[in-house]
């Protein structure tokens, strides 16, 4: 009797200790909530008015759900962009209910180029472990006088710098213009963002300027012309690099014209070999860009060719098949990559 008790008692307390022992490897995860429930301010949320824009999102964070918010403000302003935008409001985890808010508004300005500065969180709060939800306003008068600050502040400095952009090389200033076009483009989405603000914002001046320094910009490309400039062994692919700057907008030549002041010079040192019946050929391929003596871009690329020794002009095929993969690079990585120079959008 006294051995069956031991015997039950141990039992007992290894059945204990195994359970224990369960809690312990397994992985705890809290319960999911049967729902969530949305505030019924973010679900119907305050219409803009005269004084005051109001804007709501939700996010995975406190910051995300205040940038989601700030986004939704910005595309009530009816601004016209390009692409389509959507703020989506959805709960998929198991278990959660369903909720969606779709809004979609086409628009022709990135409001990732706007920034709002005096805002003000009405609201926000917390729904879930991954799920936050905010209300944020903004004085309709302040945001216009921050942003027309801004505005005025970059197209003063884009004044300055065309100004002192006084460079004789029509290459030189192309990429100087080239170079600012991201700048012009967001001052345009600016004016816009103005005009939705205050419809009587007087913005023919700027619109007017930012017209012509785009038009110059297209003009000076669309009158550039690129000599070519390639040494013996490099010849073999001048009609690739003629291509590519064709398909991109250039003009390219192998004689210069009367104050052309823009080259590209290429050089290549070609190996051959032979090994496993295959005839190898590498090549150090070597472009620079110049303007007025001036080095402005460059790279070195190295390829390697081949072919079955046995054909009867192996290395010519070996040689074309070099020319492919310098068409492939160009392709893939860019002319802007191949030259060394930021010469395309």
């Known amino acids: ?52 824009l109001y804007g ?21 302003l009816s601004i016209e962009v390009a692409a389509s935008f959507e703020t989506r409001l959805s709960v998929h985890q198991q278990d959660f209910e369903s909720v969606e808010r779709v809004s979609e508004k086409q628009i022709q300005a990135s409001v990732a180029n706007t920034e709002i500065r005096n805002y003000q ?43 002192a952009q006084t460079g004789d090389y029509q290459l030189v200033n192309y990429l100087f213009y080239r170079r600012h076009l991201p700048q012009v483009d967001a001052l345009q989405q600016q004016l816009k963002v103005l005009n939705a ?12 300027y930012l017209q012509q320094f785009s038009e110059t910009a297209l003009q000076l490309k669309h009158t550039l012309v690129f000599e070519l400039i390639a040494d013996a062994p490099s010849q073999k692919w001048v009609a690739v690099i003629e291509n590519a700057l064709s398909q991109a907008g250039f003009k390219a030549q192998k004689t210069a014209r009367p104050g052309q002041n823009a080259q590209i010079l290429l050089t290549a040192q070609v190996s051959e070999s032979e090994a496993y019946g295959f005839k190898i050929v ?10 007025g003596g001036q080095q402005l871009g460059g790279e070195s690329w ?32 860019g002319l802007n990559a191949f030259l060394g120079l930021d010469l395309v959008r």
């Not at 709501?56 to 403000?73: H, K, N, P």
């Not at 009405?122 to 942003?147: E, F």
């Not at 603000?197 to 007017?208: E, I, K």
């Not at 590498?282 to 303007?291: A, D, I, P, T």
């Open 302 to 333: 190295m390829f390697k060719g081949q072919a079955l020794s046995k054909e009867v002009n192996a290395t010519d095929l070996a040689l074309q098949r070099v020319a492919q993969k310098i068409q492939d690079l160009i392709e893939t990585q």
């Open 56 to 76: 709501v999102g939700e996010g995975q964070t406190r910051d995300a759900a205040i940038q989601s918010a700030l986004v939704d403000l910005l595309s009530q």
């Open 197 to 208: 603000l205050d419809r009587g914002f007087d913005d023919v001046g700027a619109r007017r």
């Open 121 to 163: 969180v009405k609201q926000i709060q917390r729904l879930s472990y991954d799920k936050t939800v905010a209300l944020i306003a903004v004085s309709r008068k302040q945001l216009l006088a921050d942003i027309q600050a801004s505005f005025e502040q970059a197209l003063a400095r884009l004044k300055s710098q065309q100004h």
């Open 1 to 52: 009797m006294q051995r069956s008790r031991i015997v039950y008692k141990a039992s007992v307390w290894f059945f204990i200790m195994g359970l224990l022992m369960g809690c312990v490897g397994s992985d705890v995860k809290p319960l999911a909530p049967a729902s969530v429930n949305y505030p019924d301010w973010f679900l119907n949320p305050h219409q803009p008015n005269d004084r005051q």
């Open 282 to 291: 590498r090549v150090n391929l070597n472009n620079r860009v110049m303007s």
